[in-house]
């Protein structure tokens, strides 16, 4: 699914035309690496799961209120792998740096071309 999205945005632009875009790296952050459950919290083994697949544990706490229960399934993409997705879906990966968070790594940037 992920490369037929990829495809798609593909197919909305021009030769030469370029699509920015950025990926979570939770695995630069110890307090959200702390959050990662095993698939079997949700009845999953991780066989069954593609590499990058991740379940995090995702509390919504107001102050003075306890955390509700929460779980969030996030992609964790390797830069080759994006790469690839990009060879794949028409273009090419002409860009990319880290930035975000407070030390500038929680994402991944990449600039792709379409080609």
Do not use: C
């Not at 021009?14 to 990926?23: L, M, T």
């Not at 939770?26 to 990662?36: C, D, E, N």
């Amino acid at each position: 699914q992920r490369l037929r999205l990829l495809r798609e945005v593909r197919s909305l632009l021009y030769e030469g035309a370029q699509f920015i875009f950025s990926v979570w790296q939770f695995q630069h952050s110890p307090r959200l690496m702390a959050r990662v459950l095993p698939w079997e919290t949700v009845g999953r083994s991780a066989n069954e799961m593609d590499e990058g697949d991740t379940l995090l544990d995702w509390r919504q706490t107001q102050p003075g209120e306890p955390g509700q229960p929460g779980l969030r399934y996030v992609h964790l993409f390797s830069p080759a792998e994006l790469s690839q997705l990009a060879v794949h879906s028409g273009g090419e990966m002409v860009d990319e740096f880290y930035s975000d968070g407070k030390e500038k790594r929680l994402a991944l940037y990449q600039v792709w071309q379409a080609i």
